[in-house]
């Protein structure tokens, strides 16, 4: 059976205060759609984040029903997807019993459910489970004890394997952060001064575990545990990161290969940097139209406004200067600095040049508590 595992749509997700709906739109109903028609998976998973909040703008209903209407209905793709944790389950599962019937399987569940497939080797089976927090998975696991993502994620493996046939073959669909994967700054957190990550060892015993959360593409246990990533860069961490979606062939025996499908951009996340006058005069390139996180090295007039007339889509202005950027960093480990160094620093940082002679002693002052007697 051919399969492709997609992830971390993030539907009516903004950037800076732009708004990725179009960018979105433009992939989905262009490009991603091109990719179902030429690899001609006979299923689809989504493993979560399908919106970038529980209550997503109209917009963002309206581009995924379009979307699984074409992929369901009009290329005839059964889609199996879960909830993530910027989901509303409940919102997302509404009318799952309906839905499967027309070809659209939603989890609707955190506890995990079986969605039965079969092809020309037998039974198939994708055991989905929706992301909840421990103090959801606690009321439903009560003799568990879940104070934790660890223990959470332990009862929810532990209660899908009692739901598999072990004769058969299955795959898993989970939303979570699993210890050794690679973040980017667009993840949220799973959990307030931590990360929540979860074992690895809750995953053994499935031939293939499908998963979101993490937007890199990234594989662990040889390709048996995978992150499909997101299939647009949503922060500026991600620039240049080739997205994709994964597409596996599994056989009789459950053995996996897996396939990165590459997704294009129409306007790439991309971080420039230098002076204004060294950022204008790259214009006459590619990647105009890019998305900018720009970083200059002087710090003129009005800057922002001269980019733009240039570059229209920079979201992000950062200002550092040459001297800054070439010196020893003061966090440097064992490193021991004065507190003027430490204000000829942040002076630098901020106004781009040394501190002046002239406000030393009065910085000097101010640091020690002396006043012009002391």
Request: glycine share 12%; charged share 20%; net charge negative.
């Amino acid at each position: 059976m051919r399969i492709l595992h997609t992830a971390d749509w993030h539907l009516g997700r903004s950037l800076h205060g732009q708004p990725f709906l179009p960018e979105q739109e433009w992939l989905l109903t262009g490009p991603f759609l091109e990719m179902l028609r030429q690899t001609r998976p006979d299923l689809l998973l989504l493993a979560g984040d399908v919106y970038d909040r529980a209550s997503p703008p109209a917009a963002a209903v309206e581009l995924l029903g379009a979307v699984l209407d074409e992929i369901v209905r009009g290329l005839g793709i059964p889609v199996a997807l879960i909830a993530g944790n910027h989901d509303d389950a409940r919102r997302l599962g509404f009318a799952a019993p309906l839905l499967g019937a027309a070809g659209l399987h939603i989890a609707g569940s955190a506890q995990g459910r079986l969605i039965r497939f079969e092809d020309r080797h037998g039974p198939l089976q994708i055991l989905a489970a929706d992301y909840a927090s421990p103090e959801q998975l606690a009321g439903h696991f009560p003799e568990a004890g879940i104070t934790d993502h660890e223990a959470g994620f332990a009862a929810v493996m532990g209660h899908l394997r009692g739901l598999r046939d072990p004769s058969a073959r299955a795959i898993v669909m989970a939303h979570g952060f699993v210890q050794g994967g690679l973040e980017s700054d667009s993840e949220r957190l799973l959990q307030v001064g931590g990360s929540g990550a979860v074992s690895a060892a809750h995953l053994e015993g499935f031939d293939y575990v499908a998963l979101g959360h993490l937007h890199r593409p990234q594989s662990m246990a040889g390709g048996r545990i995978r992150y499909s990533g997101s299939p647009l860069a949503y922060s500026f961490s991600e620039a240049g990161q080739q997205k994709s979606a994964t597409l596996l062939e599994i056989d009789a025996t459950g053995a996996v290969t897996l396939t990165e499908v590459p997704l294009p951009a129409r306007r790439p996340l991309r971080l420039a940097s230098g002076s204004l006058a060294e950022i204008l005069a790259s214009a006459g390139g590619p990647g105009r139209e890019d998305w900018l996180q720009v970083t200059l090295t002087d710090r003129p007039f009005d800057a922002m406004a001269r980019l733009r007339e240039v570059f229209p889509n920079v979201l992000d202005l950062r200002f550092q200067s040459r001297a800054l950027a070439a010196a020893t960093p003061l966090t440097r480990a064992g490193a021991r600095h004065g507190p003027l160094e430490v204000l000829d620093a942040f002076w630098q940082a901020v106004r781009g040049e040394a501190l002046p002679p002239a406000a030393r002693p009065p910085a000097i002052a101010a640091i020690t508590g002396l006043g012009e007697e002391g």
